[in-house]
C-alpha cells in the first residue's frame, strides 16, 4: 500500500516537467502547481478537438429538433421556468449578471482603473503590453496587498481545471472555446478575478465569467498582460490585451457561456495551490520533529517500529519510519538505558510532544492523502450542468457543480495543519522553558540568563500563530445559506473555505520557521553543552586526582562521583549567570571534596579544598569560554557531527545557505550589528533591505521565504529520499 511518503515523494517528482497535455482526465496536482506557478506551457492532447466536437455536435442536433436544454434555451436557476429562442443573447445575460465582483486596485505597484489611456491600457507607464516574460518565474501563491483581487497565480490554476474539464469532451462547447482558453494561459494573459462573490454552489460562477469575459475581449474585463519586470504587471483592458497577443476573441454560442461559468475549477485550481503547500509542510514537520527530539535529548524508542505495528495505522507506520530513520546516527539522542532516564528526578519518558509525534501526525497525514485523492479526482472531472453523454447520444441534467468534494479536502488540509502546529508550538515552548528543556539556557540565551531573553518574544508569537491556526481549523462548510431564489439551498462554500485554507500555510510556515530558527539554535546549545564537558572531563579529573592520596582505582571512583555531581549541579542551575552558576557547581562539592582530601588536620584539608575549587573555577571557566567561541558567525561550530542525517541537512542549509547563524546579543546590539555584516548585503540577496542589521526577524524572514519559495523543500525531500531510497519513488499514485 502507498504512504503518505510515497505521495509526496511521486508528486515531487511530477514538478519535474516543461509543458503539460491537457486530455481532462490525466491532470496532476503538481501540473496545476507548474502551470499555476511557474508558468509551464500547456497543450491539447491528440484527441481533444474530435472529442469535443462530438459533444457539441449532439447540442446542436438536439437544439435543432426543439429539445429543451437547460442554461440553453431556458432561464438559468430559480428562473429556468423560463424559454427563449434567443442561444447567444441567453449566453451574455450570464456575463451581465455575474460579472459584480469588486475589484479595487489597492496594490502601490498596480496603477489604478482611473488611469486610462485611449488605447485601453490602465497605467501603463510608457510601455506597451508584450507576451514576453523572464524564463525563470515563480508566481506568489498569496499577495498580501491584493485585497480585493485574486493573486494570479489563483487564476491561472482555475483557467487550466477549467480547460481541463472543457476538454472531456462532455460540455458541448466548439473546439475554439478550449483553445481561446489555452492560448490565454500560453501567452500569459490571466483574467483579474474577485476575490469574493462565490458560494461554490452552482460552481464558482462569478469568478468564472470573468474568465469567460477576458476570452470574449470584453471592454469591461481586465487583465494582467506584458513583462514580469520583477513581478509587477500592467493591467490592461481584455480587448488590448487579445490584441496585442494576437489571439481572436471568441464568440460564445449556445450552451458555452454555461459551460464557461458553471464548474468548481476555481476551488479546485486554488485548493490544489494549497494541498501542494501542505503536502511539503507535512514533510518538513516530521524532520522539525526529529530535530526537537535530539534538541531535548529524547530517545527514539517511540519511533521503534515495533510500537506503530501493534497499531498499523498506515499514516502512524509512514512517520514512525521516516522520524527513526532521521534519528539514526545522532550523537544527541537518548538510549532508553541510559542511567540520566533511570536516576531519581528524570522523567523516564519523554513528554507527549515528541513521544506521542507519531500517533499525532499520522491520522493528518491520512487526512492529506484523502484530499490528495479527492482534489485529483476533482481536477480530472465535468462539473458544469448539463453533460453531454456522447456515447448515448443524450443530454443530462445533474449537480457535478456542487463542490462539496473541494470543501471536505480542504477542510481536512486546515485542520490538520492546526494539529501539527499545535504539535510544533509544544516542541517551542519545552525548548525555550528551562523546567522542560533539560539543561538548555531559559529563553534558549547564549549570553548570560539575566542580560538575555534572546526567543522570549518568539514564545510569544509561536503562540499567537498557534492561536489564529486554532481559529481557522473551524469549518466553513457549516455555514452555509440558501441563495438565489431558494434554488441554492446547498452550497459548498469551497472557495471560502479553500482561502482560509491558504491563510493556515501562511501562518503555519511562519510557525514552521520561527520552530526551525528555535531548534537550530537550542541544538547549538546541546552541542556547545556536550563539546564543554568533553573539554572539561579530562582537566577536572586532573585538577581534582593530582591532590588525591588513596590508590588509583579509588581516585577514578572519587573523580567520577565528583563529576556526577558537578554536572548534577551545572544542569539544575542553568538559569543562573555563567560565572554564578560555575562558582555554586563548584562549591557544593565542598563536602565531597572534604572527604576525597582529607589531611592530618582540619586546616591542611581545607587549604587543599580550597585550592583545588579555585583551580576548578578558572578550568571551567576558561575552558567554557573557549568552547563558546567554536560557535561564531563564522560558522565553524561543531553541530553537524552530533546529529542524524535528516538534522543535519537541514540545520546545514540554514547555517549555510541561508546564513543564519547562532544568535547571541553581540550580533544583535553589539559591535556585529551594522549593516556591513548583516543579513542582507546587497539588493535581492535575501531580501530588498539592502543593508538591513540583523535582528531575530531578520532571521525568520530568511527561513519562511526559503519555505514559501520552495527551496527548503528541496532539502526535506532529500531527507525522504534517504529514507525511501535514491530515487524515492513507488508506484500507488498515478
Known amino acids: 500500500m502507498a504512504t503518505f511518503t510515497d505521495l509526496l515523494l511521486q508528486h515531487w517528482h511530477g514538478l519535474a516537467i516543461s509543458q503539460t497535455s491537457i486530455d481532462g482526465r490525466s491532470l496532476a496536482i503538481a501540473d496545476v502547481v507548474m502551470v499555476a506557478r511557474h508558468l509551464v506551457p500547456s497543450t491539447l492532447g491528440p484527441k481533444v478537438a474530435e472529442t469535443i466536437s462530438q459533444g457539441n455536435e449532439i447540442v446542436r442536433n438536439k437544439l435543432a429538433k426543439g429539445d429543451v436544454i437547460y442554461g440553453t434555451n431556458t432561464g438559468f436557476g430559480g428562473s429556468a421556468d423560463t424559454r427563449t429562442l434567443a442561444h447567444r443573447g441567453l449566453q451574455q445575460s450570464l456575463f451581465s449578471h455575474l460579472m459584480f465582483g469588486i475589484l479595487a486596485d489597492d496594490k502601490p505597484s498596480q496603477p489604478s482603473l482611473t488611469q486610462k489611456s485611449s488605447n485601453g491600457v490602465v497605467g501603463v507607464g510608457g510601455s506597451t503590453p508584450s507576451a514576453d516574460h523572464p524564463s525563470k518565474v515563480v508566481l506568489p501563491i498569496n499577495e498580501p496587498s491584493g485585497a480585493t483581487t485574486m493573486p494570479e497565480s489563483w487564476a491561472r490554476a482555475a483557467m487550466l481545471v477549467r480547460l481541463n474539464s472543457l476538454s472531456h469532451g462532455a460540455s458541448g462547447i466548439r473546439v475554439c472555446?478550449?483553445?481561446?482558453l489555452l492560448n490565454l494561459l500560453n501567452k500569459d494573459i490571466v483574467p483579474r478575478i474577485p476575490v469574493r462573490g462565490s458560494i461554490s454552489a452552482s460552481g464558482d460562477l462569478s469568478p468564472l465569467s470573468y474568465i469567460g469575459a477576458a476570452m470574449q475581449g470584453k471592454q469591461s474585463a481586465t487583465v494582467f498582460s506584458g513583462p514580469r519586470n520583477g513581478g509587477k504587471r500592467m493591467v490592461v483592458r481584455a480587448d488590448v490585451a487579445l490584441a496585442s497577443a494576437g489571439i481572436t476573441p471568441v464568440d460564445i454560442e449556445a450552451k458555452e457561456g454555461l459551460a464557461i461559468v458553471n464548474g468548481t475549477a476555481v476551488s479546485a485550481g486554488i485548493?490544489?495551490?494549497?494541498?501542494?503547500?501542505?503536502?511539503?509542510?507535512?514533510?518538513?514537520?516530521?524532520?522539525?520533529?526529529?530535530?526537537s527530539v535530539e534538541a531535548l535529548l529524547g530517545t527514539d524508542e517511540s519511533f521503534d517500529p515495533f510500537i506503530a505495528e501493534?497499531?498499523?495505522?498506515?499514516?502512524?507506520?509512514?512517520?514512525?519510519?521516516?522520524?527513526?530513520?532521521?534519528?539514526?546516527?545522532?550523537?544527541?539522542k537518548m538510549d532508553a538505558n541510559n542511567p540520566l532516564k533511570s536516576a531519581a528526578g528524570e522523567l523516564y519518558q519523554d513528554r507527549y510532544s515528541i513521544r506521542t509525534a507519531s500517533q499525532?501526525?499520522?491520522?493528518?497525514v491520512e487526512d492529506f492523502t484523502l484530499a490528495y485523492?479527492?482534489?485529483?479526482?476533482?481536477?480530472?472531472?465535468?462539473?458544469?450542468?448539463?453533460?453531454?453523454?456522447?456515447?448515448?447520444?443524450?443530454?443530462?441534467?445533474?449537480?457535478?457543480?456542487?463542490?462539496?468534494?473541494?470543501?471536505?479536502?480542504?477542510?481536512?488540509?486546515r485542520q490538520g495543519l492546526q494539529s501539527l502546529g499545535r504539535m510544533l508550538f509544544t516542541q517551542c515552548t519545552e525548548l525555550i522553558n528551562p523546567a522542560t528543556s533539560h539543561g538548555l539556557p531559559p529563553n534558549l540565551a547564549s549570553d548570560d540568563p539575566s542580560d538575555s531573553y534572546l526567543f522570549?518574544?518568539?514564545?510569544?508569537?509561536?503562540?499567537?500563530?498557534?492561536s489564529e491556526l486554532g481559529f481557522l481549523a473551524n469549518p466553513v462548510g457549516s455555514h452555509v445559506q440558501t441563495a438565489e431564489m431558494g434554488n441554492q439551498a446547498l452550497n459548498s462554500l469551497a472557495l471560502i473555505s479553500t482561502r482560509y485554507t491558504l491563510e493556515s500555510v501562511e501562518v503555519f510556515t511562519q510557525l514552521a520557521a520561527a520552530h526551525l530558527v528555535i531548534v537550530c539554535q537550542a541544538l547549538d546549545l546541546r552541542v556547545l553543552e556536550c563539546e564543554f564537558r568533553k573539554a572539561l572531563a579530562p582537566e577536572f579529573s586532573l585538577?581534582?586526582?593530582?591532590?588525591?592520596?588513596?590508590?588509583?582505582?579509588?581516585?577514578?571512583?572519587h573523580v567520577a562521583a565528583l563529576w556526577t555531581r558537578f554536572l548534577r549541579g551545572w544542569e539544575a542551575y542553568s538559569k543562573m549567570d555563567l560565572d554564578e552558576r560555575l562558582a555554586k557547581s563548584i562549591y557544593e562539592l565542598e563536602g565531597d571534596l572534604t572527604k576525597s582530601f582529607a589531611r592530618e588536620s582540619l586546616p591542611d584539608t581545607l587549604a587543599v579544598v580550597s585550592k583545588v575549587q579555585g583551580e576548578l573555577l578558572s578550568t571551567t571557566l576558561e575552558t567554557y569560554k573557549k568552547t563558546r567561541a567554536l560557535f561564531g558567525r563564522e560558522g565553524g561550530q561543531p553541530t553537524s557531527g552530533y546529529l542524524g542525517r535528516a538534522s543535519q541537512k537541514l540545520y546545514q542549509f540554514v547555517r549555510h545557505d541561508l546564513k543564519v547563524p547562532f544568535i547571541g546579543e553581540e550580533l544583535l546590539r553589539g559591535v556585529d550589528n551594522t549593516p556591513d555584516a548583516g543579513l542582507y548585503l546587497a539588493a535581492g540577496e535575501l531580501g530588498a533591505e539592502v543593508g538591513l542589521a540583523p535582528s531575530l526577524g531578520t532571521y525568520l524572514?530568511?527561513?519562511?521565504?526559503?519555505?514559501?519559495?520552495?527551496?527548503?523543500?528541496?532539502?526535506?525531500?532529500?531527507?525522504?529520499?534517504d529514507v525511501r531510497g535514491a530515487d524515492g519513488q513507488k508506484n500507488g499514485f498515478a
Open 177 to 180: 472555446i478550449a483553445e481561446s
Open 543 to 557: 585538577s581534582v586526582g593530582k591532590y588525591m592520596t588513596c590508590s588509583v582505582n579509588q581516585v577514578d571512583s
Open 310 to 332: 501493534t497499531r498499523p495505522h498506515p499514516g502512524q507506520i509512514d512517520s514512525t519510519k521516516n522520524i527513526f530513520a532521521f534519528l539514526r546516527d545522532s550523537q544527541l
Open 456 to 466: 522570549k518574544g518568539i514564545d510569544v508569537m509561536t503562540a499567537a500563530l498557534t
Open 373 to 413: 485523492q479527492q482534489l485529483t479526482t476533482e481536477i480530472n472531472s465535468v462539473t458544469d450542468n448539463p453533460l453531454v453523454d456522447v456515447a448515448g447520444n443524450r443530454i443530462l441534467h445533474g449537480g457535478n457543480f456542487q463542490a462539496k468534494a473541494v470543501t471536505s479536502a480542504v477542510e481536512k488540509l
Open 271 to 291: 485548493a490544489s495551490l494549497a494541498l501542494h503547500e501542505c503536502l511539503c509542510l507535512a514533510g518538513l514537520s516530521q524532520v522539525l520533529t526529529a530535530m
Open 360 to 364: 499525532w501526525i499520522g491520522p493528518v
Open 701 to 721: 524572514t530568511a527561513v519562511y521565504e526559503a519555505i514559501r519559495s520552495g527551496g527548503l523543500h528541496d532539502v526535506v525531500i532529500d531527507c525522504l529520499k
